[in-house]
């Protein structure tokens, strides 16, 4: 298995960090007209990534993933489709728990193979609403904190 960095978001990751995002949202979002492309392509270029805390997963020094953090929300998770299944997913959703304990998230409803990810990461709904923009049902999800166990013993 490789090795998966990560580490934050910088400016020139831009152009590799937008066609990851574009060719993940246009698979898991196949529901969504326009998806990974044009105004939301945009949004994710002027908006997101300038105001969300962002990190970026490398494997063989290539960009294969972004995680965007808006406090302890993944306001997002993508990871290119040909590194989809090898841990990155898992590794950011982890650096994400690490720097905050108690993570949430929505989801698309119709995006089955994320919510399935994101249940075997101990991810729990909490509710739904239908997204304003595209009309379709997102599951709000947290996964609590996670408490170790580990005891120390004095010598």
């Known amino acids: 298995m490789e090795e998966i960095i990560i580490r934050r978001y910088e400016a020139s990751d831009e152009a590799a960090v937008v066609d990851l995002w574009s060719r993940a949202v246009k698979l898991a979002h196949p529901f969504i007209e326009g998806e990974g492309e044009g105004e939301r392509a945009r949004k994710l270029r002027e908006i997101y990534l300038v105001a969300a805390d962002n990190w970026v997963a490398e494997t063989s020094g290539a960009a294969v993933g972004l995680l965007g953090l808006l406090g302890a929300e993944i306001g997002g998770l993508f990871v290119a489709p040909e590194a989809q299944g090898r841990g990155v997913g898992r590794a950011l959703v982890e650096h994400a728990a690490a720097l905050h304990g108690e993570v949430t998230l929505e989801v698309f ?9 994101y249940d075997l990461m101990g991810f729990i709904e909490r509710g739904r609403r239908t997204d304003e923009e595209t009309g379709h049902v997102l599951i709000s999800m947290r996964r609590p904190a996670v408490r170790t166990t580990e005891t120390v013993t004095a010598r």
């Open 109 to 117: 409803e119709g995006n089955t193979r994320a919510r399935r990810f």
